[in-house]
């Protein structure tokens, strides 16, 4: 496969688009900060290298987390912001030869729940609840991460039909197996335990997850 050409994306027809789209396209745009952790952590362990270039264009994709106090969701420019946000995390995959640059453990928990979950939701909800979580496993940022998607309504949204508690765990369990030889902090011995850890005692966890 190639690279597009181009990429249109007529904002005032994203605007008639359901709430969910407009979620689950935040839920995915913030994913970058621990797909980027992992990645990098991946190559200081020595599993893989670790492309500056990509990992650059994929960082300045998140521009968008400084302007929620200044635009709302449903602005016309948020959304334009944020088209322009999964746009370069798209160069930036094409650039690493790899979904790295905006795919780690989040994308994993992601993936697990498509095979799991009775009451399937948008890919960028999942991976929005399961960012935050792996932002906390990380140690990483995870107040930005919170606070954004307290911000842009994410959660509120999220919790309207929170993801069955039982099979999130069970997808957790399955996260880690989707790829090989594919670190993430989801490798971690004690990532299981942790996780657990902060789906009973974390006040936003307890809301998106039941």
Same mark, same amino acid.
């Given at each position: 496969?190639?690279?597009?050409?181009? %990429?249109?994306?007529?904002?005032?027809?994203?605007?008639? +688009?359901?709430?969910?789209?407009?979620?689950?396209?935040?839920?995915?745009?913030?994913?970058?900060?621990?797909?980027?952790?992992?990645?990098? @952590?991946?190559?200081?362990?020595?599993?893989?290298?670790?492309? #500056?270039?990509?990992?650059?264009? $994929?960082?300045?994709?998140?521009?968008?987390?400084? =302007?929620? #106090?200044?635009?709302?969701?449903?602005?016309?420019?948020? &959304?334009?912001?944020? %088209?322009?946000?999964?746009?370069?995390?798209?160069?930036?995959?094409?650039?690493?030869?790899?979904?790295?640059?905006?795919?780690?453990?989040?994308?994993?928990?992601?993936? +697990?729940?498509?095979? %799991?979950?009775?009451?399937?939701?948008?890919?960028?909800?999942?991976?929005?609840? +399961?960012?935050?979580?792996?932002? /906390?496993? @990380?140690?990483?940022?995870? &107040?930005?991460?919170?606070?954004?998607?307290?911000?842009?309504?994410?959660?509120?949204?999220?919790? @309207?039909?929170?993801?069955?508690?039982?099979?999130? !765990?069970? $997808?957790?369990?399955? +996260?880690?197996?989707?790829?090989?030889?594919?670190?993430?902090? /989801?490798?971690e011995k004690d990532s299981l335990d942790?996780?657990?850890?902060? !789906?009973?005692?974390?006040?936003? =966890?307890? @809301?998106?997850?039941?």
């Amino acid at each position: 496969s190639t690279i597009p050409y181009g %990429v249109v994306a007529d904002i005032d027809i994203i605007e008639t +688009a359901p709430k969910a789209s407009l979620y689950s396209g935040i839920g995915d745009t913030i994913s970058k900060i621990t797909a980027l952790w992992d990645w990098k @952590q991946s190559f200081l362990k020595g599993y893989e290298y670790f492309n #500056d270039f990509a990992g650059l264009m $994929a960082y300045n994709s998140l521009d968008i987390i400084y =302007l929620c #106090d200044k635009l709302k969701p449903e602005d016309h420019e948020f &959304k334009y912001r944020m %088209v322009n946000s999964l746009v370069l995390s798209g160069i930036a995959m094409e650039i690493a030869g790899s979904s790295r640059p905006a795919s780690g453990g989040e994308h994993l928990i992601s993936h +697990a729940l498509d095979g %799991v979950l009775t009451s399937h939701k948008q890919h960028g909800i999942q991976v929005g609840v +399961a960012t935050y979580l792996c932002s /906390l496993l @990380q140690d990483n940022r995870h &107040k930005q991460v919170k606070d954004f998607l307290l911000k842009t309504g994410f959660f509120n949204f999220a919790a @309207q039909d929170p993801i069955n508690k039982q099979e999130f !765990i069970q $997808a957790l369990k399955l +996260a880690p197996t989707i790829k090989q030889n594919y670190y993430t902090v /989801l490798s971690e011995k004690d990532s299981l335990d942790k996780a657990l850890n902060f !789906i009973e005692t974390d006040d936003i =966890l307890k @809301q998106v997850i039941k």
